[in-house]
């Protein structure tokens, strides 16, 4: 259907620039899933001005045909192609991106983190279903007969007992920390971007990123990006213990693929939980598929769709405070 749109659309293009006319604010909106749709739909219905249009698409080649017209874009990247000669609010609605232009003439905003409060849900169920070995048995033969001893050997502990590293104390982190905090669990961080970094909580012990490694039996990613691709590599693992389950919940690139591979094939550490790769979607014939002691989530720890309406409403607020429309 995108191919025959895309071959038909210079045809009947001037019918659809034409609900443009005699508009104010031309709202160019690049989305496909129906549901979000929806969802901007009925917050854009709030707009303080009346005298505006709005155009969905889903096709790629018809977003960059129209982004020339468009006075506000909702994306969740920008194209090089695109044609921002009238642009002036750029909304990207991913949370937590860091695209940024300096000298655009234009307004570029991303969507706030909402998400920190749902990541730290999922890393706390991931954690302590990993412990009772409940995720690693949950589709495994074990589940087919009774067998006690794939749940017992060896034996969970107590989740008060557990001890939690965060790497990267942020929004994220900080929630995380104060979720298996709330549980009785020992937490300690290292932030090695502010050596110094104390919470104004200061609910949580800093230490060195080396010692974090030998201390924890969860360690948790929550750094950013940004001058963090390949910080995981095989020096990290080396001073791993071989009881550490790592979790990332960062972005896969803060990882070394190989120096990850390397140490779970190893068994240099007891395993992994993964909600992000450098490839996605992951492939059903992914070496990580090989290992009992990784779990596997689809990219769903953070995912938009659970705060798409407070998404929603910020673009509507940046509409109407930054235009002034």
Partial sequence: MNILLSILFPFFSPFVRKRWE??????????????RINILKKALSGLTNTNHRIIFVENKLIFLYLSKQAHVIFSYSLSKYTDTSNLRLLYIGQVGNRLTDA????????????????????????????????????????????????????LPR???????????????????????????????????????????????????????????????????????????????????????????ISRASVINEVALLQALGEKKIRGAILDVFNNEPLKKSSIYRKFNSV???????????????????????????????
């Fill in 103 to 154: 000298d655009a003439p234009y307004s570029i905003v991303s969507a706030p983190n909402f998400v920190s409060n749902h990541i730290a849900d999922y890393v706390l169920a991931a954690v302590l279903a990993y412990e009772r070995k409940l995720l690693q048995n949950a589709f495994s033969h074990n589940n087919i007969k009774w067998n006690q001893e794939a749940y017992l050997n060896p």
């Fill in 22 to 35: 005699g508009s104010s604010v031309n709202i160019l909106i690049y989305e496909n899933k129906r549901s």
């Fill in 295 to 325: 779990v596997i989530t689809p990219h769903i720890a953070g995912n938009i769709d659970l705060v798409f309406d407070q998404i929603a409403d910020h673009f509507v607020t940046e509409i109407n405070n930054r235009l002034h429309v």
């Fill in 158 to 248: 107590s989740f008060n007992k557990l001890k939690i590293g965060v790497l990267g104390l942020g929004r994220v982190g900080s929630e995380v920390a104060r979720a298996f905090i709330k549980i009785g669990c020992e937490v300690k961080y290292c932030d090695k971007d502010v050596l110094n970094k104390v919470t104004p909580e200061n609910f949580v012990q800093m230490v060195k990123c080396e010692d974090l490694l030998s201390f924890a039996d969860y360690l948790i990613l929550a750094v950013n990006d940004e001058n963090n691709t390949g910080l995981i590599d095989h020096s990290w693992f080396e001073k791993m213990n071989s009881d550490l389950c790592l979790v990332n």
